[in-house]
């Protein structure tokens, strides 16, 4: 089976810009979790999804948004960047209880 | 709310020897699953080893273990025979009803 994917790899964005970030979870994962993850504050959950529906939420404000589609692919939003959204982040996708984790997209935010 | 606490930042071991990560957490859930992940420098996170609260046998897979102590809240993960490949960042999680929680790591260097 192919493995949990993340496009891109990396991205660099300036300060006030929005941000899609795609995850493709593997074939038969139904959930979807977001984590930022930098240096300071470790991993941080942001979101879940399952089944196009989002069942639980971090500590993030608004400006961090997420979606997935039928197909159980999911994509992440973040709009008016900050510097300090700059990080690591990363899906991971499930089915019965373990998640397993894609490669991560790097955002550097200048 | 879920917490999860690993209180050593930082470890190294000798090549061949034994180690021992320490995690501890606390739950209001019931039901529960706990993790370890190694993440190490290419970055990808990957299962190392996953434990069901509800079972009290200790979980295995191969040079690793864990000393799953359910009434203390806590969730060690053995490496024996440390390899060179060991070295990464170690992650304990919990998992709870469609939440992850991840301890802050620890920094484990095999040394040759």
């Known amino acids: 089976k192919a493995g949990v994917t993340q496009t891109p790899r990396y991205l660099i964005k300036t300060r006030g810009q929005q941000v899609t970030l795609s995850c493709s979870p593997i074939?038969?994962?139904?959930?979807v979790s977001w984590y930022q993850q930098t240096p300071g504050q470790g991993l941080q959950f942001l979101f879940e999804?399952?089944?196009?529906?989002?069942?639980n939420k971090g500590n993030f404000p608004g400006r961090f948004s997420g979606r997935q589609f039928s197909n159980s692919r999911s994509e992440m939003n973040v709009s008016t960047l900050e510097l300090g959204d700059s990080a690591l982040y990363l899906c991971?996708?499930?089915?019965?209880?373990?998640?397993?984790f894609g490669p991560g997209t790097r955002l550097t935010v200048t | 709310a879920q917490t999860v606490t690993q209180s050593q930042p930082e470890m190294s071991v000798q090549e061949a020897e034994t180690v021992t990560l320490s995690c501890t957490y606390d739950?209001?859930?019931?039901?529960?699953?706990l993790f370890w992940y190694k993440q190490p420098p290419s970055r990808q996170m990957i299962l190392v080893i996953r434990?069901?609260?509800?079972?009290?046998q200790n979980a295995t897979e191969n040079r690793f273990s864990v000393n799953f102590q359910k009434a203390a809240k806590s969730f060690s993960l053995k490496i024996s025979d440390s390899q060179l490949g060991d070295t990464a960042m170690y992650f304990c999680?919990?998992?709870?009803?469609?939440?992850?929680?991840f301890g802050t790591g620890t920094r484990l260097k095999v040394l040759a």
């Open positions: 991971a996708s499930s089915s019965t209880g373990e998640q397993y």
């Open positions: 074939s038969g994962h139904r959930s």
């Open positions: 999804y399952f089944s196009e529906t989002q069942r």
């Open positions: 739950t209001s859930e019931s039901n529960y699953y």
């Open positions: 434990q069901e609260a509800y079972k009290q």
């Open positions: 999680a919990a998992s709870g009803t469609y939440k992850y929680i």
